[in-house]
């Protein structure tokens, strides 16, 4: 395949910092197809308007998803993209993958594709970058039969769970992140595979609320850990802190002289609820106005921990700017244990009862979060059988009006209208 000029992708080429279109550029050298991505990319940034077009659906058999088809409007000129379809492979659990597992994808993808990767897409998925149709099946097979790995989600569908390192690194998590997340990714195979939802749906779940995969922001369903009692204290290596034998942020900011450490100003002045204080030389908390930012923590790691009493907070609701705007999800189940010693059933529970409101009452590719912005929170914590507490309210009410049920008004709504006339004759 002919080279082409591209002199304003090259312009991507100038200044310190690597490059994608130098990427391409070396992987065009085995994978000539690659020239051609690089083509009909510099006659978008020309155009200003992609050249991909939505050919229809494309997949592999008995999977409704898991691939992402992509074609060239201008097939003519860059025949090489064509068929350039992404294929999106589930992630392990905390993206450990062994140097062989790898190779052996790489090799995998080499045989079948254009050799581009994405390590790792948002939802978490390795991303095969560009194979064309009769490639799919002949890559599907083996994937599944000779790497024992299996396609991830797409469409409208659950997409591939992922979460943090959990507890197999991180001193912080309050929960093993990836057996929740194994266990959900093996326990809802058809939701993955076989889209039936109104839209995409995603599972992330954080070890702590650092929320290392930005699980508030990036899911539907958030579980971020979290404790019930009292952040762990301890007051002798709150005084090292003080004297400067110890660093603050393990270190992490030790690259040039900050001056001495002030935990005024770098820890009980940053306080977001003004829940710190020294009472003399020791370090005071009022847990109860905890609002669980972890920054305390994670400035003098070896002063404080989290509470003993460890589960998650589970948080609904969080999409991108699609349809309505980007937002956070919404903290609706305050804390929950997180065991495999029932088999997660409490969050199975949670996440069910979410499927049945949101696919009864949710609109064609609307994220639930949508759905609950949609028909009001107060109907969606009742649905959920959550009692609303004021850490649910987002903004003081605009609505000047209350609306009752009829159990929480003396007598019902049902009246006796002989009896009314009775009392009000006249």
């Known amino acids: 395949m002919p080279k082409h000029d591209t002199p304003l992708l090259d312009e991507l080429e100038k200044g310190p910092w690597p490059s994608f279109v130098t990427d391409m550029k070396r992987q065009a050298e085995t994978k000539p197809e690659c020239w051609d991505i690089l083509g009909q990319l510099e006659l978008s940034y020309k155009d200003r308007i992609t050249h991909w077009k939505h050919g229809g659906i494309?997949?592999?058999?008995?999977?409704?998803?898991?691939?992402?088809?992509?074609?060239s409007d201008v097939p003519d000129q860059f025949p090489g993209v064509e068929?350039?379809?992404?294929?999106?492979?589930?992630?392990?659990?905390?993206?450990?993958?062994?140097?062989?597992?790898?190779?052996?994808l790489m090799n995998l993808w080499e045989k079948y594709g254009s050799g581009m990767t994405n390590m790792h897409g948002s939802t978490g998925d390795m991303i095969l970058l560009g194979t064309r149709t009769e490639n799919l099946e002949p890559l599907f097979w083996d994937l599944t039969h000779d790497l024992g790995q299996d396609l991830g989600g797409s469409?409208?569908?659950?997409?591939?769970?992922?979460?943090?390192?959990?507890?197999?690194?991180?001193?912080?998590?309050?929960?093993?992140?990836?057996?929740?997340c194994h266990h959900l990714t093996m326990h809802y195979q058809d939701e993955i595979h076989r889209p039936a939802f109104p839209y995409k749906f995603k599972f992330k779940f954080s070890g702590c609320p650092n929320d290392c995969v930005a699980a508030i922001a990036r899911s539907d369903f958030a579980v971020i850990g979290?404790?019930?009692?009292?952040?762990q204290i301890d007051q002798a290596a709150v005084k090292e802190y003080i004297a400067g034998n110890?660093?603050?942020?393990?270190?992490?900011?030790?690259?040039?002289?900050?001056?001495?450490?002030?935990?005024?100003?770098?820890?009980?002045?940053?306080c977001?609820?003004?829940?710190?204080?020294?009472?003399?030389?020791?370090?005071?908390?009022?847990?109860?106005?905890?609002?669980?930012?972890?920054?305390?923590?994670?400035?003098?790691?070896?002063?404080?921990?989290?509470?003993?009493?460890?589960?998650?907070?589970?948080?609904?609701?969080?999409?991108?700017?699609?349809?309505?705007?980007?937002?956070?999800?919404?903290?609706?189940?305050?804390?929950?244990?997180?065991?495999?010693?029932?088999?997660?059933?409490?969050?199975?529970?949670?996440?069910?009862?979410?499927?049945?409101?949101?696919?009864?009452?949710?609109?064609?590719?609307?994220?639930?979060?949508?759905?609950?912005?949609?028909?009001?929170?107060?109907?969606?914590?009742?649905?959920m059988e959550v009692e609303p507490m004021p850490q649910h309210v987002k903004e003081p009410r605009s609505n000047p009006y209350v609306f009752w049920k009829e159990e929480e008004v003396p007598g019902g709504f049902e009246r006796d209208i002989k009896e009314f006339r009775k009392r009000h004759a006249m």
């Open 58 to 71: 494309v997949g592999v058999f008995g999977y409704g998803g898991g691939i992402v088809g992509r074609y």
């Open 155 to 180: 469409g409208s569908n659950l997409r591939t769970p992922s979460c943090c390192l959990g507890q197999s690194r991180c001193e912080w998590a309050c929960y093993d992140t990836q057996e929740v």
């Open 272 to 383: 977001p609820t003004g829940c710190m204080w020294m009472e003399g030389d020791e370090l005071k908390i009022d847990n109860a106005e905890c609002t669980r930012c972890m920054h305390c923590i994670n400035v003098m790691p070896r002063a404080l921990r989290p509470g003993k009493e460890r589960g998650a907070t589970i948080c609904i609701g969080a999409k991108a700017p699609i349809l309505d705007g980007a937002q956070f999800a919404t903290m609706v189940i305050p804390f929950i244990e997180v065991t495999k010693d029932n088999e997660f059933e409490n969050v199975i529970d949670v996440i069910e009862k979410i499927w049945d409101w949101w696919m009864e009452v949710g609109k064609n590719r609307e994220r639930v979060g949508e759905t609950m912005q949609r028909i009001g929170l107060p109907t969606f914590l009742s649905v």
């Open 83 to 104: 068929h350039f379809h992404t294929v999106r492979i589930n992630q392990p659990s905390g993206l450990y993958y062994t140097t062989k597992n790898l190779r052996d």
């Open 246 to 270: 110890y660093p603050a942020g393990g270190g992490s900011h030790a690259g040039r002289d900050w001056g001495a450490f002030d935990i005024q100003k770098e820890v009980i002045d940053l």
């Open 226 to 231: 979290n404790w019930k009692d009292d952040i």
